[in-house]
């Protein structure tokens, strides 16, 4: 029964190999129809045209490679009843998907998360694959949600007290970010996040707002 979490996972990781010869015949029509029209959603009339020549009009397309990364660095001085101790904070995620068709995406990501409060401190490393679709708004706005999961290691000291903790965890990992093009070939996202454990007897959800910052290049036909 303990097995039980990690099956989900390796569904998922299947299905994410073979999006790519799912969605293939599909993407070529999709693309034609694009290229004819002009429009970045064409195969999408819900939405408002937007000119493939534009920023986020041209993010998206068949066999492109998209680099981010969500990172940050944070030092703070805290005092609690006048006990006083300086917390300093890393986090890196950065992450590669790939288009294998137009706005269809997958992925996928590391991270790392270093947390020292006083004589204390954290490590947290995680990876995981995700998929993505990707939904151009106007000429330089477009919405990006992606979903996936992730294998989470993580563990903590206390120096002072001498007291030590680790554990392996897996996740579920939503991030939902409005993408802002000011140029084409680079991007700027925020939006909500959600990642919850799907393993280990203490699970923990954090729900967060997420800023992300990267480029894209290629397709080469």
Known sequence: MKS?????PLSLTL?????PALASAEGMKDDAK?????NANANTPALPAVPVDSPSGAFGDQGQIAVSSDSSLSISHTS?????????????????????????????????????????HSNKFEIGPRVGYNLPLSKRISFWPKLGFSYTHSSSSDLAGGDTASGNHIALNLFAPFMFHPVT???????????TDLSGDAKQTVVAARLTIGGWFGPWH
């Open 185 to 195: 070939h680079f991007f700027v996202g925020f939006g909500p996040a959600l990642d």
């Open 15 to 19: 299905g994410l190999l073979a999006l």
């Open 4 to 8: 039980l979490p990690f099956r989900f």
């Open 34 to 38: 694009i290229k004819a029209t002009g």
């Open 80 to 120: 609690v009843s006048g006990e006083s101790a300086s917390k300093t904070e890393i986090v890196l995620l950065p992450a590669i998907d790939y288009f294998v068709v137009h706005n269809l995406s997958i992925g996928g990501f590391v991270g790392l998360d270093y947390v020292k409060v006083g004589d204390g």
